[in-house]
Each structure stands twice: as structure tokens, then as C-alpha cells.
């Protein structure tokens, strides 16, 4: 059946530097989502690319959706405190319509 | 407007005792959407429902789960018998439609002593 992986699973950056978390789905999807999860809250939509090639840019963060239409990727820029949570891509099959979330990546910034 | 409500916030139960979990969804949305999170973990699929239609039961890990919607609103999510291993959080999301956007609720956190 179809999947969606994440990758890293956990990432530990310092405060200012980069981060990237990828998403890769077994089948084309027709639309990926993103969601963050703050500590001890609930997951929490960011985005939804549906074009292929698709970039998107909310201040510090840069959505990408592959021109395949089958990974995806979150990029945050200068990382900060408040960027610390799980960040789950979650990727709509073109041929089954079902919406599947990856594992996530967690991202701990140290101060 | 109101996001998803979930009661109870909290759960304490002993091994065996059957418990049940609320879901109030967005009025409007027809998807309704439970997951199960235990500790530092993603988002396991349980059960979703998409108005009228026969539920998708694919996710739940025994008969012991069981879940309704009444009236396509509120949900409950059953658990008998429960087990330690059933300690997590259950989400509810809801969506205008099956696979949009989904909005979460904040969680019943279940703890089987």
C-alpha cells in the first residue's frame, strides 16, 4: 500500500542554522500537506502544495513539492526556539484519494 | 468559530474498564478523523468517517476499538477491555472533505494503570 517517509526522524540543531526535513511517498500523490506539532499539542496545518514543482515560502520556511509529485521537502531558514516540534508531511494519493502522514521529524534547537 | 472538541482532556482507567472518548468536529465538516499517538511517536490512523458512508475501519489494531457517529456530528471511540498498552493520546480531526485539510483537536490523553 502506499507510503510516506520521513526523513530525519530526529534532528538537534543551534539556534541560527538551517533545517530540512524530507518527505517521500511510494505512489504520485495529487496534493502534500504539512502540519507542526508543538510539545504537548496538537498537530497544526502549515501548507498544501498541488502543482508540481511547486515552492511556497511562509517567512523563514520554503515548501517544496518534487516535480514528480512523489517527495517534498520543508526547509527553515536561520532556525529559532519557537521552530521546536514534530513536523509531519502528509501526502494525498492520486489513486486512491486517502491522506497518509509520515512518522515526522522532531526538531530541537539548542539556544 | 469553534475549533474540534475532545472530552475527556484526561483519562485514568484501570486494566479491563472500558472507556469512552468524544470527538465534537467543526460544524459543517462531513470527515471525521481518529488517531492514536503514543509518546514521541507519529500519528497512527484509527477510523475515519465520510458522511453517510460505511466507516473506514482499516487502522483499528483490534476488535477491542470501536467507534460511531451519530447524526454525521459527534463521534465517541470505544475501547473495552483496556489494556496498558492503549496509553496514548487520541486525536480527532475533522475536514470539510476526506483528505482536505484536517483540524485537530486537542487530544484525550488515556492512561491504563
Known amino acids: 500500500g502506499q507510503q510516506v517517509m520521513q526523513i530525519p526522524q530526529y534532528q538537534h540543531v543551534q539556534e541560527g542554522e538551517d533545517f530540512t526535513t524530507y518527505c517521500n511517498s511510494s505512489t504520485t500523490l495529487s496534493n502534500i500537506q504539512w502540519y507542526k506539532q508543538r510539545p504537548g499539542g496538537h498537530p497544526v496545518f502549515l501548507i498544501q502544495?498541488?502543482?508540481?514543482?511547486e515552492v511556497k515560502k511562509q517567512k523563514r520556511l520554503t515548501f517544496q513539492f518534487g516535480e514528480a509529485k512523489k517527495n517534498s521537502s520543508l526547509h527553515i531558514t536561520a532556525t529559532q526556539t519557537t521552530d521546536v516540534g514534530t513536523y509531519f508531511c502528509a501526502g494525498k494519493s492520486s489513486n486512491t484519494g486517502k491522506l497518509i502522514f509520515g512518522q515526522g521529524t522532531t526538531l530541537q534547537v539548542k539556544p | 468559530g469553534a475549533g474540534v472538541s475532545q472530552s475527556p482532556s484526561n483519562k485514568v482507567t484501570e486494566k479491563g474498564k472500558d472507556v469512552e472518548l468524544r470527538c465534537d468536529p467543526i460544524?459543517?465538516?462531513?470527515?471525521l478523523y481518529w488517531y492514536r499517538q503514543s509518546l514521541g511517536q507519529g500519528l497512527e490512523f484509527l477510523i475515519y468517517f465520510q458522511g453517510n458512508s460505511a466507516p473506514d475501519k482499516s487502522g483499528l489494531p483490534s476488535d477491542r476499538f470501536s467507534a460511531e457517529r451519530t447524526g454525521g456530528s459527534v463521534s465517541t471511540l470505544t475501547i473495552q477491555r483496556t489494556q496498558q498498552e492503549d496509553s496514548a493520546v487520541y486525536l480527532c480531526?475533522?475536514?470539510?472533505?476526506?483528505?482536505?485539510?484536517?483540524?485537530f483537536g486537542p487530544g484525550t490523553r488515556l492512561t491504563v494503570l
Open positions: 460544524s459543517g465538516h462531513t470527515a
Open positions: 502544495l498541488v502543482k508540481s514543482g
Open positions: 480531526a475533522s475536514s470539510f472533505y476526506w483528505a482536505d485539510t484536517q483540524y
